[in-house]
């Protein structure tokens, strides 16, 4: 099993079929077209950006990082959504990957 945060394994423990679903439904997307699971991750990470999602920020961080993407390709996510979502969501984005990328060192 994955190493999961703990809020997570507290939703997979209440709610282990309804979480099982989850996790297919989000494999299944990724495997559905033509896009490498690097790139999904790193879109993925757009999205959670743009959704101001702490959680979201830090799962598709360490999953783009196992899936091959650099540092540089995940700092350049948060660039270039600057101009999409502002500055203030960016600035939180960039904290949110530097809690990731520090663990990581």
């Known amino acids: 099993m994955p190493s999961y945060p703990k809020n997570y ?8 079929e309804l979480m099982k679903a989850h ?5 299944i997307a990724r495997t559905s077209g033509p896009l490498d699971e ?6 993925q990470l757009a999205a959670a950006i743009a959704a101001r999602s ?15 993407a ?24 960039f904290s949110w990957v530097s809690d990731v990328i520090s663990k990581k060192r």
Do not use: N, W
């Open 9 to 16: 394994q507290k939703l997979l423990k209440r709610f282990p």
């Open 70 to 93: 650099t540092r540089d390709e995940i700092y350049h996510v948060i660039a270039l959504m600057i101009s999409t979502v502002g500055f203030p969501s960016a600035a939180a984005a």
């Open 23 to 27: 996790e297919e439904v989000g494999r």
């Open 38 to 43: 690097k790139t999904c991750h790193l879109i």
């Open 54 to 68: 702490e959680g979201g920020v830090h799962s598709h961080t360490r999953r783009a990082i196992a899936a091959g």
